[in-house]
């Protein structure tokens, strides 16, 4: 019996003296944190999505506060957050927030992208993506199970006949639906850009006319018709320079399948 005493109260003379040390250790070595971060981070949506090019809020919130950031960075927080947070660090707002939003560079949906097979399974893009590329014929297309829809923490995406659509009015251009879309069809853009290229299809025009009514067939004719130089045809499919395009709207005019809108 009295083994059992001393062992236990050797084991709980280990655990205060462990204790007390471990105090005074947090102690000395405790780290002063600016309250503005606290402050700061309450401000900010707690998405997470990295778009401001910090590792999250918490990242950005500190960054703010050491000065290796600015107010009007965080897209999906807006003019409103950029206020806030420059109250706190005592600057006057300057610049807003340059409004971006998610688009899905496809038009495939059910009436112009032949399905290929029928499915049943995990309702998953990703999950389809690894059948023979999806289910359409075109397997550069929208899968349209909606992992995007999923992701979307501003409930901005929805799928319509098998095809993903975003509401740029509730996008609040964190990216996160860009990062699950198994395709790669979804790019976070500027708002204010006027035509955008609505097909990532890179197979040739004439293997193209057979699998989707929509798809880009790199016909040329929106280069001929571009009158600044900003589209090129490479690789079948048309692709737009914004630093070059002056949103005259000549070669979504001009396209015969429709894709640039």
Known sequence: MSAVV????????????????????SKAMAVAMDERVALIRDCLPGVNCGACGFSGCDGYAAALVGGGAEPFMCNPGGDEVSKRISLILGKTPSGGVVKLSA?????????????????????????????????????????GFGDCATACPDGAICIENGLARVDVRRCGGCGLCSGVCPNGLIS????????????????KGALMRDKCSKGC?????????????????????????????????????????????
Do not use: W
């Open 103 to 143: 688009v899905v560079h496809c038009l495939g949906d059910f009436d112009t992208n032949r399905a290929s097979m029928d499915y049943e399974g995990i309702g998953s893009c990703a999950a389809v993506k690894q059948l023979y590329g999806g289910l359409g014929a075109c397997s550069f297309g929208c899968i």
């Open 188 to 203: 976070i853009e500027y708002s204010s850009i006027i035509v955008t290229m609505k097909c990532k299809n890179m197979e």
């Open 217 to 261: 067939i790199g016909c040329t004719k929106c280069t001929k018709g571009c009158l600044s130089g900003a589209i090129t045809v490479s690789d079948s499919l048309a692709r737009i320079d914004y630093a070059k395009c002056t949103g005259c709207g000549m070669c979504a005019g001009g396209c015969p399948r429709g894709c640039l809108v």
């Open 6 to 25: 001393v062992a236990v109260g050797s084991v709980t003379v280990i655990g205060v003296v462990c204790a007390v040390m471990l105090a005074v250790v």
